[in-house]
């Protein structure tokens, strides 16, 4: 990749930056930009990292990543864009965001990949996708790909795609976290100490998550293998349907889709 910019060192970039370094850097060097100088000089000293400015930092790169919120790419794109290297690549992180309205702010011809990463990127199990802008070539977005692998792991999907990509792994995790908290107080709820209910449901997270990876099953028959008849989980899951709790999942997703759209339009 060459030299590889960071532009923006929030929890993202900062995960994003530290898995490239323990990553294959195959002679690739890394510098941070943002705007807050006392955040660059942070983590120049935690991973010996070159820092710049914006401007700097894009006529340096060949491959510049914008890690910044929505609200903030557009200026942040121009910034770079008025200084960007000729043939660098640009990978925006920002939800919502099209390739399209990137590239208006860009010099003519700016290859630029999309990408919806999420948070567990920051403990290298994050899920990627990435959509191509209309002057990316494939070596682009394998590049884009080799990034993010750095992280967790990478599908490359049509940029059509994103805002439903966006509502299931992007803010997925949230959901679970969600869940997860709720088996919680329902231990705690039921006389079980705090760390117990805790400690319990985290590693029933964890447990069912690496058997549906690693034996290929279908979600409905590993569930269905726990679930005797006239059972506890019978009755529990009983309790969720009556509640209506699936038909709950589909319009929260729905409506996270829905705002991903409003973003991008917006």
């Not at 805002?163 to 997860?180: E, K, Q």
């Not at 008849?229 to 929260?252: C, I, M, N, Q, Y």
Request: charged residues 20%; hydrophobic residues 45%.
């Amino acid at each position: 990749m060459g030299v590889v910019a960071v532009v923006g060192a929030g929890v993202m970039g900062e995960a994003l930056l530290s898995g490239l370094l323990r990553g294959d850097r195959m002679g690739d060097t890394f510098v941070v930009a943002d705007k807050r100088q006392d955040r660059c000089v942070e983590l120049q000293d935690r991973y010996g990292v070159s820092i710049a400015t914006n401007a700097e930092a894009a006529r340096e790169a060949d491959v510049v990543v914008l890690v910044v919120k929505p609200q903030d790419i557009f200026v942040v794109a121009e910034e770079v864009g008025a200084e960007l290297k000729p043939g660098a690549l640009v990978v925006s992180l920002a939800a919502g965001v099209t390739t399209a309205s990137l590239e208006q702010r860009l010099p003519e011809g700016t290859p630029v990949v999309r990408v919806m990463p999420n948070t567990p990127a920051l403990v290298d199990q994050g899920m990627s996708a990435v959509s191509p802008g209309s002057h990316c070539s494939p070596e682009h977005v394998a590049l884009a790909v080799r990034l993010m692998g750095c992280v967790g792991k990478v599908v490359e999907v049509p940029e059509k795609q994103q805002d439903a990509v966006t509502a299931i792994s992007g803010s997925g995790p949230a959901y679970i976290f969600y869940t997860v908290e709720a088996m919680i107080e329902a231990g705690v709820g039921l006389g079980l100490p705090r760390r117990l209910a805790t400690e319990l449901t985290l590693q029933t997270v964890y447990g069912a998550a690496t058997m549906l990876r690693e034996t290929g099953e279908h979600p409905v028959v590993l569930r269905e293998n726990v679930t005797s008849p006239a059972g506890t989980t019978a009755a529990a899951l009983r309790v969720l349907e009556d509640h209506k709790v699936r038909a709950a999942f589909l319009s929260a997703l729905e409506a996270a889709r829905n705002r991903s759209v409003e973003l991008a339009n917006g």
